[in-house]
Structure formats: C-alpha cells, structure tokens
C-alpha cells in the first residue's frame, strides 16, 4: 500500500509542478497588465496549430529526451552531470563534419557512421570528469561546466581553422549535409507539412527503451543505482565504485552526444559557430527532473518542455513579450526544485502523519551522502 501511495505522489508531484508553474504565470501576466487566457490560448493555437507545427514539437523533443536520460543515468549513479551541453556541441560537430566529408557515400554507411562518431564525441568528453573524480575526488560538478566552454570554444575553432574549405560554406558555418548525411527523410517531411521533423525521434524513443533496460533489468544498471544510493556499501559488496563512476559518465555523455547529433545531422543539418553553450543541454537536466528519472516522465517532459518553447512564440504574437512567454518553463523547474514542499502539502492533504514524518526526514542532509562527496 506504501508503495502504491508513493508511486502516486512520484507521478503527482510533477503534475502539480506543472500546474503551480502555469498559475503563477498567469499572475505574472495579470500583475503586469496582460490577460492569461489569452496569452495561454496563443501558446497552445501556435503550437498546435498545423501539422508543421506538430512535427516542429517532435524535432524539439528528440534532442531533449537524449540530454535527459543522459542526465538520468549520471544522476543515477549520485552525479550532476552539468557538462551536457558541452557533450551535445561534440556530438553535433563530429557527426556533421563526418557527414560533409562523405558526400558519395550511401546513406546507409555516412548516417551510421555519423552517429556513431557523435556518440563516442560526446562520451569521450563526459570520460574525463568521471576519470578525475574516480581517482581524484574532484567534483564532476566543477569540471563538467568548466568543459563546457573549453568544448564551446575548442569547436568553433574546428569549424573556423581546422575543417576543409571544401565543407565551409561561410567564416564559422558549414556546408548543408547532403541527402546521403541527413536524418530526414522526404515521407516524413510530407506527412508533417513541411517540418525539419526526422528519424531522431525515433532514434530518441529507442534510446528510451533501451536505457530503460539497461537501468532496470542489467547488472550494470543495478550497480550504477547501488553506487549512487550508497558508495561505500556498494564497495563491500565487491563492486567497482571507480569503474561504475567512469562508466556512468560515458554512458551519459554518450546520450548527450546523440542529442548533439540529431541537432547537427537532423534538425539544422550543418554547424555554425555559437556565442554560449547550446541550450538543450540545460534544458534536458530541467527535463529528467521533471520527468523524475523515468523514460516516461522524460518523454511527456520532453513534449511539454518543445509545446512550451514554440508555443512561447504564438505569444509573442498576441502581445506578449517574450519574458513573459518564456517564463512558464523556469517557473515549473523552481517547483519541480522545492518538489519537497510539493510532497509535504500532498502529505498533509492526505492526513497521514507517518507521511509527514518520511517526507521531513528525507529533507534533512545525509551525512554519509556528505562525506562521500554526493550532491
């Protein structure tokens, strides 16, 4: 019965979160003079409001979903991994770059080479802050976001001094990838009017099943959650912390890489040079919090978070500024954050004591957790 109870509160507290987001914009709106239905039912007409506008949801919620189990399977293993968007660039550069300097290749052979270099970018750079804090104790935290703008500024200047000139088209911009390099495919073009909707959302509900898998169902998924609830218990059960902490990292910067590569070869098809770190990195972390870990959680995330930000367009359009448009998303991961007051007042609401108790203790520091380093 408990466990049912708190499989409810799991699914409740991000529905409440969402919720608590959306009213506390609309009193943004009204304290600023503007009217919330109106502003609500321009979110949802642009974001629903064609077939086009559908697929742009999909081509947004693919990336996000590959950065979310990516944080997931970090923060599984008691990391942050805050260096997703520095792992996403990787793999949005090299599956380009692999992409443009195979122009008479088959398909076949130039996309799967595509994503598999993408992938093993994104994992290669997730490997060093799991390498120093395996055997050094640094905290990945620190080095996870200082390797973002080391991997910010190491890309562009691949693309602006390093690439051929046979794949730049401008100073800081590639060439277009070419049919044979490009996730898209004309059939699903036509049936979502003209979208840059491609096979990255399939490749992204893929991954979801099989990081699901390799979570719940495999021995080293039961090792990486064992070493994240309690390190020193997992070494005296004979289990590699070391080993576990590196191998969890690549896995997530693995993930994070193909994010970066249904950007690079899907959703723009070439690379051009950015000013700071690509957001899906960040709003993949928003996103597995929101969705609590699971592949469902992060999957309905993913689809609200890319409803949220087109739609945040169509509000622009009636009036609103883009502050406030883009104010719901922020205001929903403040209270996926306090989700500790969310689940005290569920506690209360429901009358249970003992509740109350369990949800006021969880909120106290670990001290073990502490020693050991977790966040």
Request: glycine content about 12%; overall charge neutral; proline content about 3%.
């Amino acid at each position: 019965m408990n466990d049912r109870a708190e499989r409810m509160r799991n699914i409740l507290v991000p529905i409440i979160s969402v919720i608590l987001g959306f009213v506390l914009g609309a009193l943004l709106m009204l304290v600023t003079g503007y009217n919330p239905i109106v502003g609500y039912n321009a979110m949802f007409s642009a974001a629903f409001q064609s077939t086009m506008s559908v697929g742009e949801i999909l081509v947004g919620a693919a990336p996000l979903i590959f950065t979310a189990l990516g944080f997931s399977v970090a923060n599984s293993a008691g990391f942050f991994n805050i260096g997703l968007s520095g792992q996403a660039l990787c793999g949005w550069v090299a599956s380009v770059w692999v992409a443009l300097s195979m122009p008479d290749s088959p398909k076949i052979v130039v996309v799967t080479l595509a994503i598999i270099v993408g992938a093993l970018a994104g994992a290669a750079a997730a490997a060093i802050p799991g390498v120093l804090r395996a055997f050094f104790g640094t905290s990945e935290v620190i080095v996870t976001i200082m390797m973002n703008y080391v991997l910010l500024y190491v890309a562009n200047h691949i693309v602006n001094n390093v690439m051929s000139e046979d794949i730049i088209s401008n100073k800081g911009v590639t060439k277009i990838v070419g049919m044979n390099g490009t996730l898209r495919a004309p059939w699903l073009t036509q049936i979502f009017g003209g979208s840059r909707i491609n096979l990255g959302i399939f490749l992204a509900l893929i991954f979801l099943v099989v990081v699901w898998f390799l979570m719940k169902k495999t021995t080293l998924g039961f090792e990486i959650r064992s070493v994240g609830l309690n390190p020193f218990a997992s070494e005296y059960a004979g289990m590699s912390s070391k080993r576990t902490i590196i191998v969890s990292m690549i896995i997530s910067g693995l993930l994070a890489g193909l994010g970066g590569v249904v950007q690079g070869i899907g959703t723009f098809n070439n690379y051009f040079v950015q000013g700071a770190s690509i957001s899906i990195g960040f709003d993949g972390m928003a996103v597995s919090l929101l969705g609590n870990g699971s592949s469902i959680g992060i999957l309905l995330s993913a689809l609200l978070f890319s409803v949220l930000k087109l739609g945040g367009q169509g509000m622009q359009f009636a009036g609103i500024p883009s502050e406030l448009a883009n104010s719901v998303i922020p205001l929903i991961i403040f209270f996926v954050a306090i989700n500790y007051v969310v689940r005290l007042g569920l506690a209360k609401v429901s009358g249970s004591k003992k509740q109350v108790e369990v949800v006021e203790e969880k909120s106290k520091p670990n001290e073990e957790n502490q020693e050991g380093g977790e966040l």
